[in-house]
């Protein structure tokens, strides 16, 4: 995903952080699901979790967020995984980040993971080489997935970009009214 990302000539989104969303960024960002078929080589689990590296950062109360994390790693899941601000719409402008997914974590059983790897891979491709040439965000890559090939193994919950993406997953709540879903 690397190499189709930093070599490609498709443009930049229009509507892009200029210190941040480079090539390299976003070459980088796209590669998430790829490092966890790869670890998947060299690990046994069941679920393959991504979490980012300044995810901590994001959260109210780290300490229980961390839990979270050692929880879910023996916990079982049938879908993919993955918190999101945005409710599921049609449409999709490449040119802009669409938060459907929050992007900084999520769970994907290995039942899943070559699947969606394919997925983002062929969805990814067509992006920079077909639908106008545009390198855009991963979780831009995913709304397409799911949207197109991904509505049987992937669960999206509602989250915002904070301790919203652990907690909801499995308490149910709503991140702006805090009751039950």
């Known amino acids: 995903m690397w190499n189709l990302g930093i070599n490609t000539d498709a443009s930049l989104p229009n509507e892009t952080n200029t210190?941040?969303?480079?090539?390299?960024?976003?070459?980088?960002?796209?590669?998430?699901?790829?490092?966890?078929?790869?670890s998947a080589?060299?690990?046994?689990?069941?679920?393959?979790?991504?979490?980012?590296f300044a995810i901590l950062k994001l959260f109210k109360d780290?300490?229980?967020?961390?839990?979270?994390?050692?929880?879910?790693?023996?916990?079982?899941?049938?879908?993919?995984?993955i918190p999101g601000c945005w409710y599921k719409e049609e449409a999709l402008y490449l040119n802009a980040i669409?938060?459907?997914?929050?992007?900084?974590?999520?769970?994907?059983?290995?039942?899943?993971?070559?699947?969606?790897?394919?997925?983002?891979?062929?969805s990814f491709t067509g992006f920079i080489t077909h639908d106008g040439h545009i390198l855009t965000w991963e979780v831009n890559v995913w709304n397409h997935v799911e949207f197109y090939k991904g509505k049987d193994y992937i669960k999206w919950y509602y989250a915002l970009h904070d301790d919203g993406m652990l907690t909801s997953l499995i308490e149910n709540v709503d991140p702006w009214t805090g009751q039950k879903i």
Not at 19 to 38: A, G, I
Not at 41 to 52: A, H, Q, S, V
Not at 72 to 80: E, G, N, S
């Open 62 to 81: 780290p300490q229980r967020c961390i839990q979270y994390f050692k929880d879910y790693a023996t916990m079982a899941f049938d879908k993919v995984n």
């Open 19 to 38: 210190t941040k969303d480079t090539r390299e960024y976003l070459s980088l960002m796209n590669t998430k699901v790829e490092f966890l078929l790869r």
């Open 98 to 122: 669409h938060w459907r997914f929050c992007g900084s974590f999520f769970i994907v059983p290995r039942i899943h993971l070559a699947q969606f790897y394919k997925d983002c891979k062929d």
């Open 41 to 52: 080589e060299i690990c046994e689990d069941d679920n393959l979790i991504w979490i980012d």
